[in-house]
């Protein structure tokens, strides 16, 4: 498990992109369309994902694992499934809420044919 990204959904991708980018410094990594910015965190190997697709969506970490229904399978009974492993481009995602309520999104790249 490897924490990838720190998710933060956004109305206003340009106003967001233009406080990290452009007032504290954070380095653009690359970006899906017109919705979705990843940035590097300074001093740490982790990005920041800047995405407008669903601005409601809670914040939080992205975790990285080989494989995301095993995880599901073996997961600690302290996390509660918020939505359950489902396909997204190049591989699955479910999302988690701690016991103190923070969410937690689990992802693989499973059908990812770049990933070696």
Not at 24 to 41: I, K, N, P, Q, S
Not at 45 to 60: F, K, S
Not at 85 to 97: D, K, N, R, W
Not at 104 to 112: A, E, G, K, L, R
């Given at each position: 498990?490897?924490?990838?990204?720190?998710?933060?959904?956004?109305?206003?991708?340009?106003?967001?992109?233009?406080?990290?980018?452009?007032?504290?410094?954070?380095?653009?990594?690359?970006?899906?369309?017109?919705?979705?910015?990843?940035?590097?965190?300074?001093?740490?190997?982790?990005?920041?994902?800047?995405?407008?697709?669903?601005?409601?969506?809670p914040v939080g970490p992205l975790f990285i694992v080989d494989s995301v229904q095993d995880f599901h399978?073996?997961?600690?009974?302290?996390?509660?499934?918020?939505?359950?492993?489902?396909?997204i481009p190049g591989g699955f995602l479910a999302t988690y809420s701690d016991p103190g309520g923070a969410?937690?999104?689990?992802?693989?790249?499973?059908?990812?044919?770049?990933?070696?």
């Amino acid at each position: 498990m490897k924490l990838e990204f720190l998710f933060v959904p956004t109305s206003d991708l340009k106003a967001s992109l233009a406080l990290y980018r452009d007032g504290l410094g954070f380095t653009e990594t690359w970006r899906e369309g017109d919705e979705t910015v990843a940035l590097a965190v300074p001093g740490t190997e982790v990005q920041l994902m800047l995405d407008a697709h669903d601005p409601d969506a809670p914040v939080g970490p992205l975790f990285i694992v080989d494989s995301v229904q095993d995880f599901h399978a073996a997961r600690p009974e302290t996390l509660t499934v918020v939505e359950a492993p489902s396909q997204i481009p190049g591989g699955f995602l479910a999302t988690y809420s701690d016991p103190g309520g923070a969410t937690i999104y689990v992802m693989d790249q499973s059908t990812d044919q770049n990933v070696s």
